[in-house]
T-cell receptor, first 112, second 112 residues
Framework: DSGVTQTPKHLITATGQRVTLRCSPR?????VYWYQQSLDQGLQFLIQ???????AKGNILERFSAQQFPDLHSELNLSSLELGDSALYFC???????????FGQGTRLTVV | SQQGEEDPQALSIQEGENATMNCSYK?????LQWYRQNSGRGLVHLIL?????REKHSGRLRVTLDTSKKSSSLLITASRAADTASYFC????????????FGTGTRLLVSP
């Protein structure tokens, strides 16, 4: 158990809909990362937060947004969903000044 | 965009044999990390090597780093069927805030 909790584990939704994925980092970790992994693909970096502030942005679509709350949990919002958004979405956290990351088990999103 | 490229994409060996995976990257880095992913599950951190280190060991794992060639290798000695997984390298770039950009991964199959 990495200590990073992601909910829900599975999500099936229709095209055009909006979903919210939630991540609780390891206790004490200030940095949260979001990644997208499509079938048989590597991990695409989406966005990073550190102590509530956005620190880095990757290939995140405008339809996607994220935030980190004062209690350090983070949410990734995906809107106007398309079939191609079907993927595993991972959250990871790391301690301050240490980029070794601890990953959650992911949310498997299926858009139908 | 992917920072790292792993080679080979897939590797099939017998138990007891050694497995070597390579990673090439594009920009200067602070450190390079290797992660393991069992099918459809979260990634697990294996080992971190800093840019001023050339070799590091952890149990049956040996990692090398050649910053002049922008490449790293992961050697798993005396492989076991339980080592079957995908292995990813991830780089922590030395400029900007972006962290942990992952490569495309090597799928390792260890047969009993």
């Amino acid at each position: 158990d990495s200590g990073v909790t992601q909910t829900p584990k599975h999500l099936i939704t229709a095209t055009g809909q909006r979903v919210t994925l939630r991540c609780s980092p390891r206790s004490g970790d200030l940095s949260v990362y979001w990644y997208q992994q499509s079938l048989d693909q590597g991990l695409q970096f989406l966005i990073q937060y550190y102590n509530g502030e956005e620190r880095a942005k990757g290939n995140i679509l405008e339809r996607f947004s994220a935030q980190q709350f004062p209690d350090l949990h983070s949410e990734l919002n995906l809107s106007s969903l398309e079939l191609g958004d079907s993927a595993l979405y991972f959250c990871a956290s790391s301690a301050r000044g240490n980029t070794e990351a601890f990953f959650g088990q992911g949310t498997r999103l299926t858009v139908v | 965009s992917q920072q790292g490229e792993e080679d080979p994409q897939a590797l099939s060996i017998q138990e007891g044999e050694n497995a070597t995976m390579n990673c090439s990257y594009k920009t200067s880095i602070n450190n390079l990390q290797w992660y393991r992913q069992n099918s459809g599950r979260g990634l697990v951190h294996l080992i971190l090597i800093r840019s001023n280190e050339r070799e590091k060991h952890s149990g049956r794992l040996r990692v090398t780093l050649d910053t002049s060639k922008k490449s790293s290798s992961l050697l798993i000695t005396a492989s076991r069927a339980a080592d079957t997984a995908s292995y990813f390298c991830a780089t922590d770039a030395s400029t900007g805030f972006q962290k942990l950009v992952f490569g495309t991964g090597t799928r390792l199959l260890v047969s009993p």
